[in-house]
Nanobody, 116 residues
Framework: QVKLVESGGGLVQPGGSLRLSCAASGFMFSIVGMSWYRQAPGKERELVAYTNRFGDITNYADSVKGRFTISRDNAKNTVYLQMNSLKPEDTATYSC?????????WGQGTQVTVSS
């Protein structure tokens, strides 16, 4: 059974930082790419960052390039999203995503609120 559990969200002031974690289980984590998505109220879900199975190829949404970093620890079956220089427009629910055996899986999400 595929399971994705996010943590690390919270309330942060503009310019601050947060590190999100996504603990994965139920599939061969080390052989698949992983992604982070976010969805703000009233908006469509958007892809924030992607990493390949080795962690040496990454892609980012233009809106977060230079501020966010995705990484993974295959020994811990965990993918991370380091978020720096946070802006109010980064406020959203962040979820990790994997496609495994032809099916898409999402975690329950963790809320990130950027506000003074």
């Amino acid at each position: 059974q595929v399971k994705l559990v996010e943590s690390g969200g919270g309330l942060v002031q503009p310019g601050g930082s947060l590190r999100l974690s996504c603990a994965a289980s139920g599939f061969m984590f080390s052989i698949v790419g992983m992604s982070w998505y976010r969805q703000a109220p009233g908006k469509e879900r958007e892809l924030v960052a992607y990493t390949n199975r080795f962690g040496d190829i990454t892609n980012y949404a233009d809106s977060v390039k230079g501020r966010f970093t995705i990484s993974r620890d295959n020994a811990k079956n965990t993918v991370y999203l380091q978020m720096n220089s946070l802006k109010p427009e980064d406020t959203a629910t962040y979820s990790c995503y994997v496609r495994w055996s032809g099916l898409a899986y999402w975690g329950q999400g963790t809320q990130v609120t950027v506000s003074s």
